[in-house]
């Protein structure tokens, strides 16, 4: 859990590990740790992170409705913080018939954050329901980089480079992870997460749930939701 919690620190780990494979392959130097340590830790580390290279086709085949309640979910965050005056403190996870929110104080919260994002002109609810702190967009783009940096191990295993292309390869993915990971998964957000295409929503019920995971802040609501 400690690990899945910090997506960034797989791709960095992964790429040192990519680049150690990598130069050891093309200098003709490989030590001992090198050549038997570093495909192990590779096959680890891929191993550590195929949830989010799956969690990416996932992702990419959200249904309608859940992509929609992925958008409420997030609108509502968003007004919900903006009323308290705070920057974070409340998550939440979408669901087909609604989404779970926690670290709301009460259902009268939820409400009034929920009527908001309905009552705001289409250019606010997109401003409020595209997140950089939203957990799928951190999946994707860890996913996206994993995937790359996988190819790039395999590579380098079966067409071992000169130390130059090395560098310019990992660097190059390096440079592309920091400067786009969140305005790629922003956009990735907005045309394959999210979705404001509906006429009408409405809240059928709210109602206390048990946490599913550790992180989730009680108290921890289900927000049953139709959208039409």
């Known amino acids: 859990m400690w690990y899945y919690r910090r997506p960034q620190l797989g791709f960095w780990?992964?790429?040192?590990?990519?680049?150690?494979?990598?130069?050891?392959?093309?200098?003709?130097?490989?030590?001992?740790?090198?050549?038997?340590?570093?495909?192990?830790?590779?096959?680890?580390?891929?191993?550590?992170?195929?949830?989010f290279?799956?969690?990416?086709?996932?992702?990419?085949?959200?249904?309608?409705?859940?992509?929609?309640?992925h958008a409420l979910e997030h609108g509502t965050i968003w007004f919900l913080l903006r009323n308290r005056g705070e920057p974070r403190g409340v998550g939440g996870e979408a669901r087909p018939a609604g989404f779970r929110i926690n670290g709301a104080k009460s259902k009268a919260e939820i409400r009034r954050a929920f009527e908001q994002l309905l009552?705001?002109?289409?250019?606010?609810?997109?401003?409020?329901?595209?997140?950089?702190?939203?957990g799928s967009m951190m999946v994707v783009a860890q996913g996206l980089g994993v995937t790359a940096l996988l190819m790039t191990l395999t590579a380098f295993t079966l067409w071992p480079p000169q130390a130059l292309t090395v560098v310019w390869v990992l660097g190059a993915?390096?440079?592309?992870?920091?400067?786009?990971?969140?305005?790629?998964?922003?956009?990735?957000?907005?045309?394959?997460?999210?979705?404001?295409?509906?006429?009408?929503?409405?809240?059928?019920?709210?109602?206390?749930?048990?946490?599913?995971?550790?992180?989730?802040k009680s108290p921890v609501y289900f927000v049953q939701t139709e959208v039409e």
Request: with cysteine; proline share 5%.
């Open 13 to 51: 780990v992964l790429l040192c590990t990519a680049a150690l494979w990598g130069l050891a392959a093309s200098t003709g130097t490989a030590t001992l740790v090198g050549s038997f340590a570093v495909p192990w830790l590779a096959l680890l580390l891929g191993g550590l992170n195929l949830p």
């Open 173 to 216: 993915q390096a440079v592309l992870f920091t400067t786009l990971r969140r305005p790629v998964g922003r956009l990735i957000q907005r045309k394959r997460l999210l979705s404001l295409d509906f006429s009408s929503a409405r809240i059928v019920d709210i109602k206390k749930v048990p946490a599913d995971v550790p992180w989730e």
């Open 53 to 69: 290279v799956g969690a990416v086709a996932r992702r990419f085949t959200l249904p309608m409705a859940e992509r929609r309640n």
């Open 119 to 134: 009552a705001a002109d289409e250019a606010t609810r997109w401003s409020a329901a595209v997140a950089n702190e939203c």
